[in-house]
């Protein structure tokens, strides 16, 4: 296998990781482990918590091996499984605190094919995902960050923002379909 | 709201909602087989999950503690070593250090190496400047090599266990001493994660078993001077146990522990420290 480094592409660290050599997961991680530690930390809205989160989703990745790279981006892949095993802790923790509704988005083919802009680099992803976010209306985009980025249901957000629960559902549903609209053939 | 997409408006809203989790199990099962077998409603639905997937992207993105890499990395480490460690491992009489000293270049990872690995591990996630505790992971080296050593020998699920204490970053590592005549020679391993007394795993060696209507019970120190009963276990034949404790009571949030030690206590007595302390450590 030919050396690997910061610009071997994710595939062939995947392939490395899973081959023994553990260089690997240290790329992986150098590449990744802000954005799972970010995605960790916003929803479980603890740093410790978040840490340790971050860590158990590398260990996951290396020990399942069920990732494909041909079905799904790395980046992707990493923050909704971190979202996922993130909105799991909190439901743990619901007692005392909230409830976690209706969270875990239906995962139909979640990971059939990346998308053409799952396949550009991250920077490029973060400048198009960010451009594309600020051009939605700020009830729009509130909604659709607590729901879907931090974790609060519906009625929670209703709660929060003392505003009827048909109006977040909408916003919900507008801000998505907007900026779907906006990321266009990017997301196929 | 526009709708430039080739879906009615119902069945646009019927997908949003679908990807925002909306739906009702039934609702949601009708839609997934519908979509097998309509490509525009299958392109809406990918392309909508692919914007939710990429949502991340929109967070400004925090900058993990930098000690965190080296946490994980070490971790993984110790895993793989754990999980792919095949030689087999002596159960009595252990091998001397220079006896270990002498192995040859280029043999399999040996159990050793792995014990001082979680040494170097534990020393890494607790911090290595902490002499006390310097000192007491080297004190339980041998400690250390008997928890391997059964871990080795026992199924994945074991290394499981440790690895996930290991991989907290508090963890810690008590060990423990005979205190009486017959235990002198007793040594073993505690592995915790202060706060978290929900689980503990605890490896012991030279430690006599038991006639059946006895046990060993272990048990935690507090400050206040309270006794939390920690579980109960009994050795194999050749004295060691390895054993996985998940004690009920909880320490009081603020309290700190102080010390361990292990009883001989009638099998039948109630959850009261008042056999013989057989063994001992401090936290």
Known sequence: ?188 | MSNPSALSEDDLILVEDYVLGELSPEAAAALERRVRSDPALRQELCALQATLRLLPQAMPVLEAPPELRDRILTTHTLRSKILTADTPLPATPRRSRSARRSRPAGATIPWGKIAVGIAAALALLLGADNLRLRQALGDADQSNRELLAQLDQNNERDGEVVANLLQRPTSRLVTLEGESNETANAAGTLLFTPGRWQQVVVSLGNLDPLPPDEIYRMWLTLENGQTIFCGEFNTDEQGNVFVELRPDETVPQGVKATGIFVTVESATAPPEPSGERVMAGSI
């Open chain 1, 1 to 188: 296998m030919e050396r690997i480094g910061a610009t071997t592409p994710d595939d062939e660290l995947v392939r490395s990781l899973r081959a023994g050599h553990q260089d690997a997961l240290g790329i992986l991680y150098d590449r990744y482990g802000n954005l799972v530690f970010t995605v960790a930390n916003r929803i479980l809205n603890r740093t410790h918590e978040a840490e340790d989160l971050t860590q158990e989703v590398f260990l996951i990745f290396w020990k399942k091996e069920n990732f494909q790279p041909e079905r799904a981006a790395l980046g992707t892949y990493l923050s909704v499984l971190t979202r996922s095993r993130a909105l799991n802790k909190l439901r743990s923790r619901s007692t005392q605190q909230r409830s976690v509704e209706r969270l875990q988005q239906a995962t139909y083919n979640q990971f059939s094919h990346p998308c053409p802009l799952e396949q550009a680099t991250l920077q490029e992803q973060r400048q198009l995902v960010q451009q594309a976010i600020t051009q939605l209306p700020n009830s729009q985009q509130q909604v659709l960050t607590m729901n879907y980025l931090e974790g609060f249901s519906h009625s929670e957000i209703a709660q929060q923002l003392n505003m009827p629960l048909g109006t977040v559902k909408t916003n919900v549903r507008q801000g998505l379909r907007r900026l779907r609209q906006t990321l266009g053939e990017a997301v196929g």
